[in-house]
């Protein structure tokens, strides 16, 4: 359990989990217009704003979904240094990322909430790569595993015999990622 | 790592374990950080894998966005070049003139009769009919279909707000409320109380999502100053007006509506 005291804009993160569409409303009104501004003021358009503002929150709803997580300064900051450092790297793969750095908001400071997420981003950009080595059916099957469904319905969809042995392919496919993971010197730095 | 302990983890993060296993395997992890940490990776790899359009809040970010967008489109672009206005014919001119004296004497006369005319607690009354703004709304979940069946009860409910149906709405609202704990229920309840004069109700109500830490708690809190400002209690609507100001977690918008009305408050008092 950890001894962070939570922020008292949790609730925002909480709406987040909860797909509560007035906090999404109301993240998109307060956050969205500052974020496309910060995105057009360095390399970017509205779509890239968009794309941004979407793929932030849901690297926040993913690093939310562990029970360690918690939210310790001001909601907006957290949002602000996610996108940040996602448009960044965008700017590196596009080879345009500015001799300056991005000139940040007033009071805006990383903390240890961004630096967790930083560190996610990169794990999870490392199990994708790996993910992506595996056969076709294997990544069939985990991502259907992944998006929930039900192993009856997945042995349907991918001509298994019947649950039992869709349940040992998919046992036999994460492992097999895994140790392809385990195997890559980067993961021993980025646990 | 052996073939068991695997299936037992994939299956405890697929919610497959119960009874005494999930209980045994619980007790385990607890004691064991190895396998925490094991739990974690595979917990880990399947969150980062997880699709984008499976995550439920992907597909309602999505609608607002495009509503915005349609919303931005149909506002009607102002022109790139200010259009200079004609300078009005003389005749034009002079009735301006008049206009403009008949205008200022009716100022001067609201300013210095209406006070007179009546007592400080229409004024506040009015102040408050003023400028307390456009009623609570759930436009977002309007294009919703397959909502809950409590939902689409506060769906109606708040359509009944908007067509000021009050008296209607009231029990429906506190049927929701006590069902649900929604915030968005005892917002409108508060608000059709409001609007038929139950003041104490509103109060009650306004004071009951304060008291949570609720995203509500802005509009609640200025639903409050006004509940205490009709009902003539102008000190506690002020103290209230004055916690907006002073909050971090109002939009600018409604601080800078209760700086206003405290502003106008001060003046009449």
Not at chain 2, 128 to 150: C, F, K, L
Request: neutral net charge.
């Amino acid at each position: 359990m950890s001894d962070k005291v939570p922020h008292e804009e949790s609730f925002y993160i909480k709406g987040l989990l909860d797909d509560d569409r007035f906090v999404v409303k109301r993240l998109y009104d307060e956050f969205y217009p500052k974020i496309k501004r910060m995105v057009t003021s360095n390399s970017g358009n509205a779509d890239d704003a968009s794309d941004v503002f979407q793929e932030a929150l849901v690297t926040i709803y993913k690093r939310a979904q562990s029970a360690d997580f918690v939210l310790t300064s001001p909601f907006y900051y957290f949002l602000y240094g996610v996108c940040r450092n996602i448009w960044m790297r965008e700017l590196d793969k596009r080879k345009r990322r500015p001799k300056v750095t991005i000139q940040d908001e007033d009071g805006y400071t990383d903390d240890t909430n961004i630096e967790d997420v930083i560190h996610q981003m990169d794990r999870h950009a490392l199990y994708k790569e790996k993910f992506a080595q595996l056969g076709e059916k294997c990544r069939q099957l985990m991502q259907l595993v992944f998006n929930k469904k039900k192993m009856r319905e997945i042995a349907k969809i991918l001509n298994y015999n019947n649950e039992q042995t869709t349940k040992q392919q998919h046992y036999k496919c994460k492992k097999k990622l895994i140790a392809l993971v385990r195997a890559d010197i980067r993961f021993t730095e980025l646990k | 790592m052996n073939e068991t302990r695997f299936e037992q983890i994939e299956d405890y993060l697929n919610g497959e374990l119960a009874g005494t296993a999930l209980a045994k395997f619980e007790a385990q992890l607890n004691a064991d950080p190895a396998l925490q940490a094991e739990v974690e990776l595979h917990r880990d790899i399947d969150i980062a894998l997880m699709d984008k359009q499976e995550i439920p809040f992907v597909q309602t970010l999505h609608d607002i966005h495009t509503q915005a967008a349609v919303d931005t489109h149909t506002v009607e672009p102002a022109p790139l070049v200010e259009e200079p206005t004609p300078a009005p014919p003389p005749f034009l001119r002079r009735r301006i003139v008049r206009f403009a004296m008949a205008a200022a004497a009716a100022i001067l006369l609201a300013v210095f009769a209406l006070p007179i005319l009546f007592p400080a607690q229409n004024n506040t009354m009015q102040l408050s009919e003023n400028t307390i703004g456009d009623a609570p709304t759930i436009d977002v979940w309007r294009s919703t279909d397959g909502a809950d069946p409590m939902t689409k009860r506060l769906i109606t409910a708040y359509q009944k707000i908007e067509q000021k149906k009050y008296t209607e709405a009231i029990p429906e609202l506190n049927e929701i409320y006590e069902v649900t704990d929604k915030d968005e229920a005892a917002l409108g309840l508060g608000y059709c109380h409001l609007q038929v004069k139950n003041y104490d109700n509103a109060i009650g109500v306004f004071e009951k999502i304060q008291a949570k830490n609720s995203i509500l708690n802005d509009t609640a809190s200025w639903y409050l100053a006004h509940s205490y400002l009709r009902k003539g209690d102008v000190q506690s609507s002020k103290n209230i007006l004055q916690k907006i100001i002073l909050s971090k977690n109002v939009t600018l918008k409604r601080r800078g509506q209760a700086e206003n009305l405290l502003n106008d408050l001060e003046k009449i008092n």
